[in-house]
């Protein structure tokens, strides 16, 4: 069975997504439980499972955000109505705000102290099909979108890397803050790195399995050594 949005909480516990199920795995003792067996079946259908910093459990999908904490639910509104889950994972900040993107929506959501903000195209933000969301440890959000890669927090929107080498339309697919202000992005055309306001992308086709070019890069992280 396919296993999807692997999370890890405080504790050394493992959750994720089997088919329709949320599981969580205990290492230690190797026991199972699915999520319903603890709280409840659950009205919504729930995209992604995140524990905060502080140890509390959310669960997004697209019209409803809900918390599990202290042995009480909470749920929040996201005034949203799509079906169709959301678009890349819940992160949360450097402040503890938490930040996603409903699919077809075409907002960025952001949850601060029980309320939602969203942004659009009108607030800056340079595309409504939002691919990945990763804050830094400068406050800094970085978004990226089917057109380029957007800056926000503590700064107002900042559009980068909206065009590729080639003037075509740079898709953002992944976004990985590494260490002394370096932003990795997999973009539709390259590897490429942001740091110190100017990118450096690395567009040598690497292979795939079967023999092709590859072109573009679907995911990005930057490993302890700094690779």
Not at 85 to 111: I, N, Q, T, Y
Not at 161 to 168: C, D, R
Request: charged share 25%; with cysteine.
């Amino acid at each position: 069975s396919a296993i999807s949005r692997l999370s890890e909480d405080l504790e050394g516990r493992l959750w994720f997504r089997k088919k329709s199920k949320w599981v969580r795995f205990d290492p230690r003792t190797r026991k199972t439980e699915e999520l319903d067996d603890g709280v409840g079946a659950l009205r919504n259908e729930i995209d992604d499972l995140m524990i905060d910093r502080r140890g509390r459990l959310w669960l997004a999908s697209p019209r409803e955000l809900l918390c599990f904490a202290d042995g009480i639910w909470s749920r929040y509104s996201t005034g949203v109505n799509s079906s169709r889950g959301l678009a890349g994972r819940m992160v949360e900040d450097v402040v503890g705000d938490l930040w996603f993107s409903p699919a077809d929506s075409e907002k960025l959501m952001r949850f601060h102290q029980g309320h939602f903000t969203a942004f659009t195209m009108a607030d800056g933000l340079s595309d409504t099909d939002v691919r990945s969301i990763w804050p830094d440890r400068e406050g800094n959000v970085w978004v990226g979108t089917g057109f380029g890669l957007n800056q926000l927090q503590p700064r107002p929107f900042a559009t980068l890397l909206s065009t590729n080498a080639n003037g075509n339309k740079n898709e953002v697919f992944s976004v990985a803050p590494g260490a002394r202000g370096r932003v990795w992005l997999g973009t539709s055309s390259a590897l490429a790195l942001w740091q110190d306001g100017s990118s450096t992308p690395w567009t040598n086709p690497i292979s795939n399995a079967g023999g092709g070019i590859c072109l573009g890069v679907a995911t990005v992280l930057e490993d302890r050594a700094g690779n």
